[in-house]
């Protein structure tokens, strides 16, 4: 195997890591024990892909470095979190997505001609 290439996958591999690190959930992760902030639900390596990261107030832009808007949850709770703020702010799913235009042709227009030939 060529050494350089596997420089340069070891170097790729690092640098993936150290984005990933620099994300929210790792800073979470690292910052917070592995147990869901509702249930109480623990986590171990094998099954942390069932814990996520809540924004308390919503907003997933609003990151700061000390973790203030952050909780774990596990993927039940973040649903139902999610579905009782939907709730309390009386909006729905379907309000969410961009509405479709109601259907305007008519598909029997021209049946009355075709059924007097």
């Not at 984005?19 to 959930?25: D, L, T, V």
């Not at 623990?42 to 000390?66: G, I, S």
């Amino acid at each position: 195997m060529d050494i350089n290439k596997l420089d340069r996958i070891v170097a790729e591999a690092r640098r993936n890591t150290a984005q990933r690190e620099a994300g929210y959930r790792e800073r979470a992760l690292k910052m917070y024990p592995w147990v869901c902030g509702r249930c109480a639900r623990e986590f171990t390596r094998a099954n942390l892909q069932e814990l996520t990261v809540h924004h308390r107030n919503h907003d997933h832009d609003f990151n700061p470095p000390d973790g203030s808007n952050w909780e774990l949850l596990c993927v039940y709770c973040h649903d139902n979190e999610h579905s009782r703020y939907i709730d309390h702010t009386g909006g729905s799913a379907t309000s969410a997505e961009d509405k479709t235009a109601d259907a305007t042709s008519n598909p029997f227009a021209g049946l009355k001609d075709l059924l007097k030939r």
